[in-house]
């Protein structure tokens, strides 16, 4: 496990005790790290699933309908 020495601001500071007790963690340690795995789930890419991969590639083998401009995507559309 790699250790690192971080500052924090006081405002910051508040934030991981809040969250440290909140979820009844021991130290601010944990909440760091628990702040830092809901930033990952929330904004990182995340890993897509074997079952949705097979989707797409059930999907990527479908005919598509042809068309040359949009007015005449609109117009089969609408037809259908």
Do not use: H
Not at 6 to 26: D, M, P, Q, T
Not at 61 to 79: D, M, P, R, V, W
């Amino acid at each position: 496990m790699a250790q690192n020495i971080f500052e924090v601001g006081e405002k910051e500071n508040r934030v991981l005790g809040i969250v440290k007790a909140k979820y009844g963690l021991k130290n601010k340690n944990q909440a760091f790290n628990l702040v830092i795995e809901a930033f990952e789930q929330e904004l990182l890419e995340p890993e897509i699933r074997p079952e949705y991969l097979e989707k797409l590639k059930k999907i990527d083998k479908e005919k598509g309908i042809a068309f040359k401009n949009i007015e005449e995507l609109k117009t089969i559309i609408e037809s259908r």
